[in-house]
């Protein structure tokens, strides 16, 4: 019986496919139920994989002493997957997907070969759109300058599979991914900028993953209703556009140091601003305010009044910097929404250097209402969502 099932293992597909199935599910019924037998399977598996790439890599047996103790040493063959890996990589991910818009490296696509996927038509023709492929015209010279993968329509391997079965693949702009496109007022604004003019202001602590240094989210993402109206009216207006504002973004006013210290262009913000009424739902009852303007300096006086605030705002930020903002991580700084207040009903966010008012960013709400809004997306982030469509 033993050498029949043995037989039949192998010559039969069927039955194969079959037996491994069976197999597989009465492993994990067993893993579920027996606590040491699913010890013993996992440990089986790392012996495995030792047993796999033990014959790829070994380790230097030198001195006790020596620096290279333990280290691992590379054979040929993994020299030369290492040069195969690089040879890919060498000219970046190029290569553009119908389906998703990804940019891809040459061995994630393959040629769009639009007859394979006839199973279901309607989401075949919705997926394809073939936006980013370049077709040459009159206004291409002889040789054309763009290059040849762009002249090609390719897919993923992911997106592949879905459209021959005749699903739509969770990825594909079609499945309402596609985000409008970002007008040119919005397009120049800076970091500090654009939290200005947002509706909403998300705080998150992001931390790097030991391994790889990839970014990652701790904790709760607390998003905040802040006062666009208030505070973007309270700052002056230019009387020209060469004349700018230097915004200190803190967590809070009895803190020297600052997040973030950018210099703002308020014409950019107010040509933002009324582009966003005129687009986004949610901008539409913000009234804009153009009474207040700089007072005027002449051009010797203003340029020894900026030396002189220079001067003293960088001694006090070197002097007085708070001992709560020493404790914390500066890796966290660094970074966009890395700012966790201790109260995030009562904090001010916006102040100014010497001589400038504060401002109060955010709005006295309460946090929980704001959660029962639609389009929390759409005014934590109005330069991705100028039109303030929530995307399902």
């Known amino acids: ?5 043995a037989r039949r293992y192998t010559s039969d597909a069927e039955f194969r496919s079959h037996h491994i199935l069976l197999c597989t599910l009465q492993k994990k019924q067993k893993c579920l139920s027996d606590a040491g037998f699913h010890v013993l399977h996992k440990l089986r598996c790392a012996l495995r994989i030792k047993r796999k790439y033990k014959p790829y890599i070994h380790f230097s047996q030198d001195t006790p002493n020596s620096d290279a103790t333990n280290q691992p040493v590379s054979n040929s063959l993994v020299q030369k997957a290492i040069s ?3 040879c890919q990589v060498l000219h970046g991910p190029t290569y553009i997907c119908t389906v998703c818009h990804r940019t891809l ?3 994630q ?3 769009c070969k639009r007859s394979r996927y006839v199973k279901n038509v309607r989401i075949t023709a919705s997926c394809l759109t073939g936006k980013y492929v370049h077709a040459c015209d009159s206004a291409c010279t002889v040789s054309c300058a ?5 002249r090609q329509e390719w897919i993923c391997h992911t997106c592949d599979s879905h459209l021959k079965r005749g699903y739509m693949p969770s990825i594909a702009v079609a499945n309402k991914l596609e985000l409008p496109p970002i007008p040119a007022e919005l397009l120049d604004l800076n970091v500090l900028e654009r939290q200005l003019i947002a509706r909403i202001v998300p705080f998150a602590k992001i931390v790097a993953l030991p391994k790889g240094q990839q970014r990652s989210v701790h904790g709760a993402v607390v998003c905040v209703p802040s006062e666009v109206e ?4 309270c700052l002056p207006r230019p009387s020209s556009e060469s004349q700018l504002l230097q915004v200190k973004l803190k967590r809070h006013l009895k803190f020297k140091g600052y997040q973030h210290f950018h210099t703002v262009n308020m014409t950019n913000v107010l040509a933002a601003l009324t582009k966003l009424k005129a687009m986004h739902s949610e901008y539409q009852h913000i009234l804009i305010c153009d009474a207040a303007t700089f007072e005027f300096l002449p051009d010797d006086d203003m340029d020894d009044t900026e030396e002189k605030q220079e001067v003293g705002v960088s001694e006090q930020d070197d002097q007085n910097v708070s001992t709560e903002e020493k404790d914390e991580p500066g890796l966290a700084s660094l970074l966009d929404t890395c700012m966790q207040p201790l109260d995030f009903g009562k904090q001010d966010l916006l102040s100014y250097g010497e001589g400038i008012s504060a401002l109060h960013l955010l709005k006295e709400k309460s946090q929980w209402e704001i959660f029962q809004d639609s389009k929390l997306e759409a005014m934590a982030f109005p330069v991705q969502f100028p039109t303030g469509q929530k995307n399902d």
């Open 1 to 5: 019986m033993k050498d029949y099932m």
């Open 146 to 150: 763009v290059p040849a993968e762009r």
């Open 84 to 86: 195969a890996f690089r």
């Open 105 to 107: 490296f040459p061995n």
């Open 230 to 233: 208030k505070t973007v009216n």
């Open 109 to 111: 696509v393959k040629m």
